[in-house]
């Protein structure tokens, strides 16, 4: 099949699914979810993610229905700034947002402001065009991100936030997507870490963190990478009861290294999950 043949069919089902979602909007269904992942990779010779049209959201207008969604979900979809937006503040009951796999110029930031705003689950993964991430949402209770380096970050008015994961590519730095949720950290039930020690270290202050009751990292490392300093973290959860290390190695290594960790008591722990993880025997 010839590239033009390959533009046809795109063309097509492009259309497809378009009509779709305008149906979808249409008869107002609550629950919307556009995950288009299976499509990566699928027509030779082309780099393919399908996009929302341009006028989407001038399209929008003409419906009433999207003003009953409450969860939305993209996956590999083309979508710019200004569609997910349009959502966050024209839908009067929308919880659940869920953006992924989006790298484009027309999805640089992304501003959730307002006290009316009824999001509960926001989250951003592998959008790694955006730089700038505005929050001040007082119903959100989770908030997820993996990304890249950002140039601004700003969280207020999260009252309710409990639930956080964040971190991203090879080069981030995690304290700089730590910091700007500090004053929230001491009410967070379940935090999830995300980053590569051979370009990042957990060696910043945190305050206690008396009602974290899960704990996980997800860490890239070569097989002879200290672990150690992730101990400065558990540290500071006196009453955690659930602890996961995801672990990838980067770089495997035939060294051996036995380190000596320090004993901490942790009398509420109930569950330890390693994932990706391989055992030495002494």
């Known amino acids: 099949m010839n590239l033009e043949s390959n533009f046809i069919l795109l063309n097509l089902h492009e259309e497809t699914i378009t009509r779709w979602v305008y149906t979808a909007i249409a008869k107002g269904v609550q629950n919307l979810e556009l995950d288009l992942n299976y499509m990566i990779g699928a027509w030779e010779g082309l780099e393919y993610q399908y996009g929302l049209p341009a006028n989407f959201v001038r399209s929008l207008r003409q419906f009433s229905g999207f003003r009953c969604f409450k969860s939305l979900r993209f996956v590999n979809v083309g979508i710019s700034r200004e569609t997910v937006e349009f959502f966050i503040y024209n839908c009067p009951v929308l919880e659940e947002l869920r953006v992924s796999h989006v790298d484009s110029q027309h999805f640089l930031g992304l501003k959730v402001v307002g006290s009316s705003i009824r999001l509960k689950y926001l989250e951003l993964y592998c959008c790694f065009s955006i730089e700038e991430l505005d929050i001040s949402a007082p119903s959100l209770l989770s908030l997820k991100f993996y990304g890249s380096n950002i140039r601004r970050l700003k969280i207020e008015n999260v009252p309710l936030l409990v639930d956080v994961s964040i971190g991203g590519t090879v080069y981030i730095q995690l304290k700089n997507l730590v910091e700007p949720i500090a004053d929230y950290l001491t009410q967070l039930e379940t935090l999830e ?35 150690r300093q992730l101990t400065l973290v558990m540290k500071a959860c006196p009453f955690l009861q659930k602890f996961t290390l995801k672990l990838v190695h980067a770089a495997p290594s035939r060294r051996r290294i036995i380190r000596k960790f320090p004993k901490w008591s942790y009398e509420h722990l109930k569950e330890v999950t390693f994932v990706g993880f391989e055992a030495v025997p002494i």
């Open 193 to 227: 870490l995300s980053f590569n020690l051979d370009h990042d270290n957990l060696r910043f202050p945190l305050p206690a963190l008396p009602k974290l009751k899960h704990l996980i990292f997800d860490a890239l490392a070569p097989d002879n990478k200290n672990l």
